[in-house]
């Protein structure tokens, strides 16, 4: 499994990113995870085939994850970002109980 990320950037607080990571085959767990400096990287949003969706307290009604199976890419709409949300954002996959990480990409919310 590759995952290709992107879609970060430095952006001011409410603002709002979208990230996208492209995979090369349809996987049935997507998700995204974030590690700010200092911190261990967690869990922000994961889509399970089926239609459950999971979303950390901090981010909920503000964040959405999608995903566009034909093109087999998930997403990350970010709203209303706030400084707290800066971090390296990663792209996740599980497949077959092994998980598949993205190269990962910075976003920064910042005035």
């Known amino acids: 499994v590759q995952l290709q990320a992107s879609g970060g950037g430095l952006v001011q607080p409410g603002g709002s990113l979208r990230l996208s990571c492209a995979a090369n085959r349809i996987i049935n767990v997507v998700g995204w995870y974030r590690q700010a400096p200092g911190k261990e990287r967690e869990l922000v949003a994961n889509?399970?085939?089926?239609?459950?969706?999971n979303y950390a307290d901090s981010v909920k009604g503000r964040f959405t994850i999608s995903r566009d199976v034909v093109k087999k890419t998930h997403y990350l709409q970010m709203n209303d970002l706030k400084p707290e949300d800066t971090a390296v954002y990663y792209c996740?996959?599980?497949?077959?109980?092994?998980?598949?990480w993205g190269q990962g990409t910075l976003v920064t919310v910042s005035s």
């Open positions: 889509m399970i085939w089926g239609g459950t969706i």
């Open positions: 996740n996959a599980v497949l077959a109980r092994q998980n598949y």
